[in-house]
Protein backbone atom coordinates (compact mmCIF):
# COMPACT_ATOMS: atom_id res chain seq x y z
CA UNK A 1 0.00 0.00 0.00
CA UNK A 2 1.35 3.25 -0.66
CA UNK A 3 2.42 6.23 1.85
CA UNK A 4 -0.48 8.42 0.83
CA UNK A 5 -2.97 4.86 0.35
CA UNK A 6 -1.73 4.17 4.27
CA UNK A 7 -2.87 7.84 5.25
CA UNK A 8 -6.09 8.18 3.48
CA UNK A 9 -7.30 4.35 5.17
CA UNK A 10 -6.07 6.21 8.43
CA UNK A 11 -7.91 9.34 7.87
CA UNK A 12 -11.05 7.78 7.11
CA UNK A 13 -11.37 4.86 9.13
CA UNK A 14 -10.21 7.01 12.85
CA UNK A 15 -11.91 8.26 14.48
CA UNK A 16 -15.22 5.90 13.50
CA UNK A 17 -15.31 4.17 17.16
CA UNK A 18 -15.84 7.81 18.81
CA UNK A 19 -18.17 9.17 16.22
CA UNK A 20 -20.15 6.45 16.11
CA UNK A 21 -20.27 7.38 20.17
CA UNK A 22 -21.02 11.09 19.89
CA UNK A 23 -23.92 9.91 17.26
CA UNK A 24 -25.07 7.92 19.68
CA UNK A 25 -25.54 10.59 22.14
CA UNK A 26 -26.46 12.99 20.40
CA UNK A 27 -41.40 19.93 -20.83
CA UNK A 28 -38.48 21.89 -20.28
CA UNK A 29 -37.92 26.10 -20.68
CA UNK A 30 -35.81 27.08 -23.49
CA UNK A 31 -33.82 29.35 -21.35
CA UNK A 32 -32.86 29.80 -17.98
CA UNK A 33 -32.13 33.04 -18.28
CA UNK A 34 -32.44 35.86 -15.73
CA UNK A 35 -34.87 38.89 -15.60
CA UNK A 36 -33.21 42.60 -15.07
CA UNK A 37 -33.32 42.65 -11.42
CA UNK A 38 -30.82 43.51 -9.45
CA UNK A 39 -30.49 44.44 -5.28
CA UNK A 40 -27.40 44.52 -3.44
CA UNK A 41 -27.75 43.89 0.43
CA UNK A 42 -25.99 46.43 2.39
CA UNK A 43 -23.57 45.58 5.09
CA UNK A 44 -24.44 48.18 7.20
CA UNK A 45 -28.37 46.30 7.41
CA UNK A 46 -26.75 44.16 9.68
CA UNK A 47 -26.07 45.27 13.23
CA UNK A 48 -24.78 44.24 16.78
CA UNK A 49 -27.29 42.47 18.55
CA UNK A 50 -28.27 43.48 22.19
CA UNK A 51 -30.85 41.83 24.33
CA UNK A 52 -32.07 42.63 27.70
CA UNK A 53 -30.56 40.58 29.84
CA UNK A 54 -34.05 39.23 31.81
CA UNK A 55 -35.20 38.56 28.12
CA UNK A 56 -35.30 34.47 27.49
CA UNK A 57 -33.41 35.42 23.94
CA UNK A 58 -30.37 36.79 25.99
CA UNK A 59 -27.50 36.38 23.91
CA UNK A 60 -23.75 38.65 24.21
CA UNK A 61 -22.20 37.74 21.14
CA UNK A 62 -23.63 37.06 17.26
CA UNK A 63 -25.31 39.76 15.21
CA UNK A 64 -28.83 41.17 14.22
CA UNK A 65 -30.34 40.98 11.11
CA UNK A 66 -33.13 43.63 10.75
CA UNK A 67 -36.51 42.55 9.43
CA UNK A 68 -36.43 44.91 6.88
CA UNK A 69 -33.27 43.89 5.05
CA UNK A 70 -33.26 41.67 1.94
CA UNK A 71 -31.21 39.36 0.16
CA UNK A 72 -31.26 38.17 -3.80
CA UNK A 73 -32.18 34.61 -4.36
CA UNK A 74 -32.17 32.03 -7.02
CA UNK A 75 -36.43 31.25 -7.25
CA UNK A 76 -37.65 28.21 -9.29
CA UNK A 77 -41.69 27.73 -9.38
CA UNK A 78 -42.71 25.79 -12.41
CA UNK A 79 -40.23 23.83 -15.24
CA UNK A 80 -42.19 26.34 -17.88
CA UNK A 81 -40.49 29.27 -15.97
CA UNK A 82 -36.64 30.46 -16.36
CA UNK A 83 -35.53 30.79 -12.64
CA UNK A 84 -35.80 34.54 -11.66
CA UNK A 85 -33.85 36.11 -9.24
CA UNK A 86 -36.05 37.82 -6.85
CA UNK A 87 -35.51 39.60 -3.41
CA UNK A 88 -36.57 37.26 -0.38
CA UNK A 89 -35.97 37.97 3.14
CA UNK A 90 -32.89 37.34 4.54
CA UNK A 91 -33.70 34.39 7.27
CA UNK A 92 -33.40 33.80 10.94
CA UNK A 93 -31.66 30.83 12.25
CA UNK A 94 -33.71 28.65 14.81
CA UNK A 95 -31.62 27.05 17.41
CA UNK A 96 -28.60 24.48 16.33
CA UNK A 97 -28.89 26.29 12.37
CA UNK A 98 -26.46 28.84 11.67
CA UNK A 99 -27.23 32.20 8.97
CA UNK A 100 -24.12 31.58 6.75
CA UNK A 101 -23.38 34.68 4.01
CA UNK A 102 -22.80 32.27 0.82
CA UNK A 103 -19.43 32.52 -0.45
CA UNK A 104 -19.71 30.05 -3.64
CA UNK A 105 -22.37 27.14 -4.79
CA UNK A 106 -21.90 24.22 -6.69
CA UNK A 107 -23.98 23.27 -10.38
CA UNK A 108 -25.00 19.82 -9.71
CA UNK A 109 -27.55 17.50 -11.73
CA UNK A 110 -29.43 16.90 -8.62
CA UNK A 111 -30.76 20.57 -8.68
CA UNK A 112 -31.33 20.39 -12.43
CA UNK A 113 -33.98 17.26 -12.33
CA UNK A 114 -36.08 19.71 -9.98
CA UNK A 115 -35.96 22.89 -12.36
CA UNK A 116 -36.90 20.36 -15.41
CA UNK A 117 -39.78 18.59 -13.72
CA UNK A 118 -38.27 15.32 -12.79
CA UNK A 119 -37.73 15.07 -9.52
CA UNK A 120 -40.93 16.77 -7.81
CA UNK A 121 -40.44 18.99 -5.01
CA UNK A 122 -41.97 21.88 -3.11
CA UNK A 123 -42.17 25.71 -5.12
CA UNK A 124 -41.26 27.92 -5.21
CA UNK A 125 -38.30 26.87 -3.78
CA UNK A 126 -34.56 28.05 -3.95
CA UNK A 127 -31.98 25.10 -5.10
CA UNK A 128 -28.30 24.79 -4.40
CA UNK A 129 -26.98 22.36 -1.61
CA UNK A 130 -23.46 22.53 -1.39
CA UNK A 131 -22.03 25.86 -0.30
CA UNK A 132 -18.96 27.41 1.05
CA UNK A 133 -19.76 30.79 3.16
CA UNK A 134 -19.25 32.76 6.68
CA UNK A 135 -21.19 32.33 9.30
CA UNK A 136 -23.23 35.63 10.05
CA UNK A 137 -25.40 34.53 12.87
CA UNK A 138 -26.57 31.72 15.45
CA UNK A 139 -30.08 31.73 17.23
CA UNK A 140 -29.63 32.76 20.97
CA UNK A 141 -30.34 29.56 22.15
CA UNK A 142 -27.97 27.43 20.20
CA UNK A 143 -25.88 25.88 22.45
CA UNK A 144 -23.12 27.31 23.47
CA UNK A 145 -21.28 24.37 22.00
CA UNK A 146 -22.22 24.68 18.74
CA UNK A 147 -21.38 28.67 18.85
CA UNK A 148 -17.85 28.22 20.07
CA UNK A 149 -17.42 25.73 17.15
CA UNK A 150 -18.69 27.86 14.94
CA UNK A 151 -17.91 31.47 16.08
CA UNK A 152 -19.12 34.39 14.11
CA UNK A 153 -16.43 35.16 10.77
CA UNK A 154 -15.39 31.42 10.66
CA UNK A 155 -15.64 29.81 7.17
CA UNK A 156 -17.47 27.02 6.47
CA UNK A 157 -18.31 23.91 4.13
CA UNK A 158 -21.92 22.66 4.01
CA UNK A 159 -22.80 19.27 3.00
CA UNK A 160 -26.38 18.64 1.25
CA UNK A 161 -27.36 16.18 3.57
CA UNK A 162 -28.07 17.50 6.28
CA UNK A 163 -28.70 15.22 9.55
CA UNK A 164 -31.18 16.07 12.43
CA UNK A 165 -28.69 14.18 14.74
CA UNK A 166 -31.72 12.56 16.74
CA UNK A 167 -33.59 10.01 14.55
CA UNK A 168 -33.11 6.73 14.85
CA UNK A 169 -30.32 6.11 11.47
CA UNK A 170 -28.72 9.18 13.05
CA UNK A 171 -28.50 7.59 16.00
CA UNK A 172 -26.48 4.89 15.00
CA UNK A 173 -24.27 7.12 13.09
CA UNK A 174 -26.20 6.81 10.00
CA UNK A 175 -26.84 10.42 8.81
CA UNK A 176 -26.89 9.37 5.36
CA UNK A 177 -30.16 7.48 6.52
CA UNK A 178 -31.41 11.03 8.60
CA UNK A 179 -35.79 10.21 8.98
CA UNK A 180 -36.04 14.21 9.20
CA UNK A 181 -34.18 15.15 6.32
CA UNK A 182 -36.19 12.65 3.95
CA UNK A 183 -39.38 13.42 5.66
CA UNK A 184 -39.14 17.46 5.78
CA UNK A 185 -36.61 18.54 3.69
CA UNK A 186 -36.45 16.23 0.88
CA UNK A 187 -40.26 15.52 0.82
CA UNK A 188 -41.68 18.91 1.86
CA UNK A 189 -38.63 21.62 1.19
CA UNK A 190 -38.46 22.94 5.09
CA UNK A 191 -36.37 22.12 8.16
CA UNK A 192 -37.28 19.79 11.09
CA UNK A 193 -39.85 21.59 12.20
CA UNK A 194 -41.90 21.62 9.17
CA UNK A 195 -41.28 25.17 8.27
CA UNK A 196 -39.01 26.70 5.79
CA UNK A 197 -36.33 29.58 6.77
CA UNK A 198 -37.47 31.54 3.33
CA UNK A 199 -39.78 34.17 2.35
CA UNK A 200 -40.38 36.60 -0.43
CA UNK A 201 -39.49 40.07 0.61
CA UNK A 202 -43.00 42.44 0.73
CA UNK A 203 -45.27 39.78 0.64
CA UNK A 204 -43.83 37.21 3.43
CA UNK A 205 -44.79 33.87 0.57
CA UNK A 206 -43.24 31.00 2.12
CA UNK A 207 -40.56 29.80 -0.26
CA UNK A 208 -38.89 26.31 0.30
CA UNK A 209 -35.19 25.16 0.47
CA UNK A 210 -33.78 22.67 -1.25
CA UNK A 211 -31.36 21.44 1.18
CA UNK A 212 -30.26 24.94 2.56
CA UNK A 213 -31.31 26.53 -1.02
CA UNK A 214 -27.57 27.43 -1.13
CA UNK A 215 -28.41 29.93 -4.84
CA UNK A 216 -28.92 32.97 -2.45
CA UNK A 217 -26.72 35.34 -0.86
CA UNK A 218 -27.61 33.85 2.64
CA UNK A 219 -28.86 30.35 3.92
CA UNK A 220 -29.54 28.63 7.00
CA UNK A 221 -27.59 25.40 7.38
CA UNK A 222 -28.32 23.43 10.73
CA UNK A 223 -25.03 22.79 13.07
CA UNK A 224 -25.05 18.88 12.04
CA UNK A 225 -24.18 19.55 8.58
CA UNK A 226 -21.03 22.35 8.36
CA UNK A 227 -17.53 21.65 8.69
CA UNK A 228 -14.86 24.63 9.77
CA UNK A 229 -13.37 25.26 6.64
CA UNK A 230 -9.27 26.33 6.79
CA UNK A 231 -7.80 29.14 5.26
CA UNK A 232 -5.45 26.47 3.17
CA UNK A 233 -8.05 25.44 1.30
CA UNK A 234 -9.49 27.70 -1.62
CA UNK A 235 -12.70 29.42 -0.48
CA UNK A 236 -14.80 28.65 -3.33
CA UNK A 237 -13.94 25.74 -5.05
CA UNK A 238 -13.95 24.14 -1.76
CA UNK A 239 -17.68 24.21 -2.00
CA UNK A 240 -17.82 20.82 -3.85
CA UNK A 241 -16.51 19.24 -0.77
CA UNK A 242 -20.25 19.47 0.26
CA UNK A 243 -22.03 17.05 -2.66
CA UNK A 244 -19.56 16.01 -5.52
CA UNK A 245 -17.01 14.83 -2.95
CA UNK A 246 -19.35 13.93 -0.32
CA UNK A 247 -21.33 11.59 -2.12
CA UNK A 248 -18.19 10.07 -3.81
CA UNK A 249 -16.77 9.33 -0.44
CA UNK A 250 -20.20 7.75 0.88
CA UNK A 251 -20.00 5.71 -2.45
CA UNK A 252 -16.94 4.79 -2.06
CA UNK A 253 -16.34 4.49 1.62
CA UNK A 254 -19.73 3.00 2.90
CA UNK A 255 -21.39 1.39 0.14
CA UNK A 256 -18.26 -0.21 -2.34
CA UNK A 257 -16.04 -0.68 0.85
CA UNK A 258 -12.91 0.41 -1.51
CA UNK A 259 -9.92 -1.70 -0.35
CA UNK A 260 -5.82 -1.31 -2.20
CA UNK A 261 -5.54 -3.19 -5.12
CA UNK A 262 -9.38 -3.49 -5.91
CA UNK A 263 -10.51 -2.93 -10.08
CA UNK A 264 -12.88 0.12 -9.86
CA UNK A 265 -14.88 1.45 -13.17
CA UNK A 266 -16.56 4.75 -12.75
CA UNK A 267 -19.66 5.00 -15.47
CA UNK A 268 -20.19 8.89 -15.66
CA UNK A 269 -17.18 11.42 -15.09
CA UNK A 270 -18.93 14.34 -14.23
CA UNK A 271 -18.38 16.47 -10.85
CA UNK A 272 -19.29 13.24 -8.17
CA UNK A 273 -17.96 10.97 -11.11
CA UNK A 274 -14.73 12.63 -11.64
CA UNK A 275 -14.58 12.49 -7.04
CA UNK A 276 -15.10 8.69 -7.18
CA UNK A 277 -11.34 8.26 -9.49
CA UNK A 278 -10.17 10.77 -7.30
CA UNK A 279 -11.08 8.85 -4.29
CA UNK A 280 -9.87 5.49 -5.59
CA UNK A 281 -6.94 6.70 -6.55
CA UNK A 282 -6.42 7.61 -3.19
CA UNK A 283 -7.67 4.04 -1.41
CA UNK A 284 -4.87 2.28 -3.81
CA UNK A 285 -6.96 0.79 -6.25
CA UNK A 286 -5.40 -0.94 -9.06
CA UNK A 287 -7.34 -0.50 -12.15
CA UNK A 288 -9.49 2.35 -12.30
CA UNK A 289 -11.98 2.80 -15.41
CA UNK A 290 -13.32 5.67 -16.52
CA UNK A 291 -16.25 5.48 -18.99
CA UNK A 292 -18.23 8.57 -20.50
CA UNK A 293 -19.63 9.46 -23.87
CA UNK A 294 -16.89 12.57 -23.49
CA UNK A 295 -13.64 12.70 -25.03
CA UNK A 296 -12.90 15.63 -23.36
CA UNK A 297 -14.38 14.60 -20.05
CA UNK A 298 -12.29 10.86 -20.56
CA UNK A 299 -8.94 12.86 -21.31
CA UNK A 300 -9.73 15.11 -17.59
CA UNK A 301 -9.89 11.66 -16.16
CA UNK A 302 -6.94 10.93 -16.84
CA UNK A 303 -5.74 13.83 -14.45
CA UNK A 304 -7.81 12.67 -11.53
CA UNK A 305 -6.61 9.32 -11.52
CA UNK A 306 -8.07 7.09 -14.34
CA UNK A 307 -5.60 4.43 -15.73
CA UNK A 308 -7.88 3.17 -18.54
CA UNK A 309 -10.73 5.02 -20.23
CA UNK A 310 -13.63 4.18 -22.50
CA UNK A 311 -15.79 5.72 -24.64
CA UNK A 312 -19.11 4.06 -24.20
CA UNK A 313 -20.23 5.43 -27.88
CA UNK A 314 -17.20 4.08 -29.63
CA UNK A 315 -17.12 0.90 -28.00
CA UNK A 316 -18.90 -1.53 -25.91
CA UNK A 317 -18.16 -0.38 -22.12
CA UNK A 318 -18.90 -3.51 -20.58
CA UNK A 319 -16.98 -5.58 -23.37
CA UNK A 320 -13.83 -3.30 -22.80
CA UNK A 321 -13.94 -3.45 -19.09
CA UNK A 322 -14.05 -7.05 -18.93
CA UNK A 323 -10.86 -7.44 -21.24
CA UNK A 324 -8.85 -4.54 -19.71
CA UNK A 325 -9.47 -6.64 -16.48
CA UNK A 326 -8.84 -10.19 -17.89
CA UNK A 327 -12.30 -11.21 -18.69
CA UNK A 328 -13.43 -11.25 -15.07
CA UNK A 329 -14.94 -7.52 -14.57
CA UNK A 330 -14.28 -5.03 -11.83
CA UNK A 331 -14.60 -5.47 -8.31
CA UNK A 332 -16.61 -2.52 -7.83
CA UNK A 333 -18.37 -0.60 -11.07
CA UNK A 334 -20.27 3.11 -9.89
CA UNK A 335 -22.91 4.30 -12.10
CA UNK A 336 -23.15 8.38 -11.51
CA UNK A 337 -25.47 9.25 -14.21
CA UNK A 338 -28.94 8.03 -13.12
CA UNK A 339 -29.67 6.28 -16.61
CA UNK A 340 -31.58 2.43 -17.15
CA UNK A 341 -28.92 2.12 -19.71
CA UNK A 342 -26.20 2.93 -17.22
CA UNK A 343 -27.84 1.21 -14.21
CA UNK A 344 -27.53 -2.07 -16.65
CA UNK A 345 -24.45 -1.35 -17.69
CA UNK A 346 -22.57 -1.10 -13.83
CA UNK A 347 -24.95 -4.31 -12.81
CA UNK A 348 -22.99 -6.48 -15.92
CA UNK A 349 -19.65 -4.61 -15.72
CA UNK A 350 -19.09 -6.66 -12.18
CA UNK A 351 -17.13 -9.69 -11.30
CA UNK A 352 -18.87 -12.67 -9.67
CA UNK A 353 -19.48 -11.43 -6.51
CA UNK A 354 -18.77 -7.80 -7.44
CA UNK A 355 -20.35 -4.47 -6.04
CA UNK A 356 -22.49 -2.45 -8.40
CA UNK A 357 -22.99 0.77 -6.48
CA UNK A 358 -25.87 3.53 -7.60
CA UNK A 359 -25.27 7.10 -7.25
CA UNK A 360 -26.95 8.58 -9.85
CA UNK A 361 -30.44 9.80 -9.40
CA UNK A 362 -32.79 9.82 -12.73
CA UNK A 363 -36.17 10.95 -13.81
CA UNK A 364 -39.30 10.06 -10.99
CA UNK A 365 -40.47 6.73 -11.79
CA UNK A 366 -37.34 5.90 -13.66
CA UNK A 367 -36.66 1.70 -13.11
CA UNK A 368 -33.56 -0.44 -14.17
CA UNK A 369 -33.08 -3.88 -15.31
CA UNK A 370 -31.12 -6.74 -13.37
CA UNK A 371 -30.66 -10.08 -15.00
CA UNK A 372 -32.07 -11.68 -11.69
CA UNK A 373 -30.52 -15.66 -12.41
CA UNK A 374 -26.90 -13.82 -12.49
CA UNK A 375 -27.68 -11.89 -9.54
CA UNK A 376 -28.77 -14.41 -7.32
CA UNK A 377 -26.08 -17.35 -9.14
CA UNK A 378 -23.12 -14.98 -8.86
CA UNK A 379 -23.22 -13.25 -5.97
CA UNK A 380 -23.47 -9.47 -7.59
CA UNK A 381 -24.50 -7.00 -4.95
CA UNK A 382 -26.33 -4.06 -6.32
CA UNK A 383 -26.27 -0.85 -3.58
CA UNK A 384 -27.92 2.10 -3.42
CA UNK A 385 -26.16 5.08 -2.03
CA UNK A 386 -26.88 8.64 -1.44
CA UNK A 387 -24.44 10.18 0.11
CA UNK A 388 -21.29 10.56 3.15
CA UNK A 389 -21.98 10.93 6.85
CA UNK A 390 -21.96 14.84 7.71
CA UNK A 391 -20.90 15.15 11.90
CA UNK A 392 -18.32 11.71 10.76
CA UNK A 393 -17.33 12.60 7.36
CA UNK A 394 -17.10 16.06 6.01
CA UNK A 395 -14.56 16.98 8.80
CA UNK A 396 -12.41 13.98 7.36
CA UNK A 397 -13.26 15.22 3.72
CA UNK A 398 -11.52 18.70 4.93
CA UNK A 399 -8.75 16.91 6.02
CA UNK A 400 -8.44 14.69 2.77
CA UNK A 401 -8.46 18.15 0.87
CA UNK A 402 -5.72 19.61 2.76
CA UNK A 403 -3.28 16.76 2.47
CA UNK A 404 -3.71 16.89 -1.24
CA UNK A 405 -5.92 13.88 -1.85
CA UNK A 406 -8.50 15.83 -3.68
CA UNK A 407 -7.84 18.46 -6.68
CA UNK A 408 -10.27 20.84 -5.89
CA UNK A 409 -9.10 23.51 -8.48
CA UNK A 410 -8.62 20.72 -11.49
CA UNK A 411 -12.55 19.47 -10.30
CA UNK A 412 -13.93 22.36 -11.10
CA UNK A 413 -14.13 23.19 -14.72
CA UNK A 414 -15.80 26.66 -14.38
CA UNK A 415 -17.45 29.43 -12.67
CA UNK A 416 -20.07 31.77 -12.82
CA UNK A 417 -21.25 34.81 -10.94
CA UNK A 418 -24.38 35.17 -9.41
CA UNK A 419 -26.37 36.66 -12.08
CA UNK A 420 -25.18 34.15 -14.71
CA UNK A 421 -26.85 31.02 -12.57
CA UNK A 422 -29.78 30.54 -14.85
CA UNK A 423 -27.13 30.19 -17.75
CA UNK A 424 -24.81 27.65 -15.43
CA UNK A 425 -28.17 25.17 -15.55
CA UNK A 426 -28.22 25.77 -19.28
CA UNK A 427 -25.06 24.61 -19.91
CA UNK A 428 -25.12 21.58 -17.25
CA UNK A 429 -28.35 20.61 -19.12
CA UNK A 430 -26.40 20.87 -22.40
CA UNK A 431 -23.60 18.96 -21.47
CA UNK A 432 -21.13 21.79 -21.78
CA UNK A 433 -19.75 21.43 -17.89
CA UNK A 434 -16.62 19.01 -18.00
CA UNK A 435 -16.53 18.45 -14.18
CA UNK A 436 -18.34 20.82 -11.65
CA UNK A 437 -19.36 24.79 -12.28
CA UNK A 438 -19.82 27.02 -9.62
CA UNK A 439 -21.90 30.01 -9.00
CA UNK A 440 -19.88 32.33 -6.53
CA UNK A 441 -22.73 34.32 -4.54
CA UNK A 442 -20.04 37.03 -3.15
Same mark, same amino acid.
Not at 247 to 272: K, L, N
Not at 278 to 306: H, P, R, T, Y
Not at 334 to 361: H, N, W, Y
Not at 363 to 377: C, Q, Y
Given at each position: MSRLAKRVFFLSKSSSSSAAAAAAAASRPSSWGWPARHHHVRDTEIGLRCFSSSSPSSSSAGYHVSPSSSMKGAVFRDPTR??????????????????????????? !?? $?? !???????????????? !???????? #????????KIVHRFPVGSLVVGAFIMPCGSCFHCSKGHDDLCEDFFAYNRAQGTLYDGKTRLFLHGTGEPVYMYSMGGMAEYCIVPANALAVLPGSLPYSESAILGCAV????????????????????????????????????????? #????? $??? #????????? &?????TVNAIKE???????????????????????????????????? $?????????????????????????????????????????????????????? &???????????? &??????? &??????????SRALVEIV
Open positions: PLSLELLQIPRPQPGELLIRTKACGVC !HS $DL !HVLKGEIPFASPCVVG !HEITGEVV #DHHPLTDPFTAYGAMTHAAEVRPGDSIAVIGVGGVGSSCLQIAKAFGAS #DIIAV $DIS #DEKLQKAKI &FGATHDAIEKIKAITGGMGVDIAVEALGKPQTFMQCVQSVR $DGGKAVMIGLAKSGAMGEVDINRLVRRKIKVIGSYGARARQDLPKLVKLAESGV &FNLASAVSRKYT &FEEAGKA &FQDLDQGKIV
